[in-house]
């Protein structure tokens, strides 16, 4: 088992570019999270997703999308980057729903120029 | 919003010591985490309280929900080097069953050998 996955590890893009990070998951969790992660500041959370199908807004979504067409797959899209967007990005998933523990992916490393 | 503040935010210890490290909030919580995340990897689960006052251990880590459940700590007993990393506190936010987590900022630990 792979667990969560992500892909790429590492981008650099120019302002004004747009890229999707993919989320995979062998785990058959329903619900998927995307975080960036900023020194000092924690995980913040972008979108989140409670089954196929379905997402929702987190503590700071804008200037990111998200689409779960597939149960496995969580795709955070930036549309248009802008160098307040280069951060970690962190994928996690959690089983059941009286299960609390989410499983965090390596992340992907995204700097904007 | 929900906030957890986190302290201290970075500690440089000697091999053997022991160490403390709080997460407090103005709002409460009904699930706290405690996560760690070794460098260049995603946040693992160290322990989870489900129950103001509850304290768990897990090996040389012990940890206790706040009595107010507005806050929780962390404590490492006997610190060795693979200690090293950044410690989180999480709190599970809301109500029903999105499982959204809001994180504290995190502790770096460095152990001197």
């Known amino acids: 088992n792979a667990g969560v996955t992500q892909t790429p590890k590492f981008r650099v893009l120019k302002t004004g570019q747009s890229m999707t990070l993919l989320c995979a998951q062998d785990?058959?969790?329903?619900?998927m999270y995307w975080y960036r992660q900023d020194p000092g500041m924690g995980l913040r959370l972008i979108h989140y997703?409670?089954?196929?199908?379905?997402?929702a807004k987190g503590e700071v979504p804008d200037g990111y999308n998200v689409s779960r067409l597939k149960k496995q797959n969580f795709l955070l899209g930036l549309e248009s980057a802008a160098p307040s967007q280069t951060s970690v990005y962190f994928c996690?998933?959690?089983?059941?729903?009286?299960?609390?523990?989410?499983?965090f992916g390596p992340g992907t490393r995204l700097t904007v120029l | 919003g929900q906030q957890l503040n986190q302290s201290p935010q970075s500690m440089f210890i000697q091999e053997g010591e022991d160490v403390s490290m709080n997460c407090t909030s103005s709002?409460?919580?009904?699930?706290w985490l405690w996560y760690k995340q070794d460098p260049g990897e995603g946040p693992v689960l160290l322990i989870a309280?489900?129950?103001?006052?509850e304290l768990t251990s897990n090996g040389r880590l012990t940890a206790q929900f706040g009595i107010t459940r507005k806050d929780s700590f962390l404590n490492i007993s006997a610190s060795i080097p693979s200690d090293v990393g950044i410690y989180f506190c999480?709190?599970?936010?809301?109500?029903?069953?999105?499982?959204?987590?809001?994180f504290g900022q995190g502790t770096t630990l460095q152990v001197k050998p």
């Open positions: 996690a998933t959690k089983g059941q729903p009286s299960y609390n523990e989410q499983f």
């Open positions: 785990m058959n969790h329903e619900y």
């Open positions: 997703s409670v089954g196929e199908g379905t997402t």
């Open positions: 709002s409460i919580f009904n699930t």
């Open positions: 309280l489900y129950k103001a006052g």
């Open positions: 999480a709190g599970l936010s809301g109500s029903g069953n999105t499982g959204k987590l809001i």
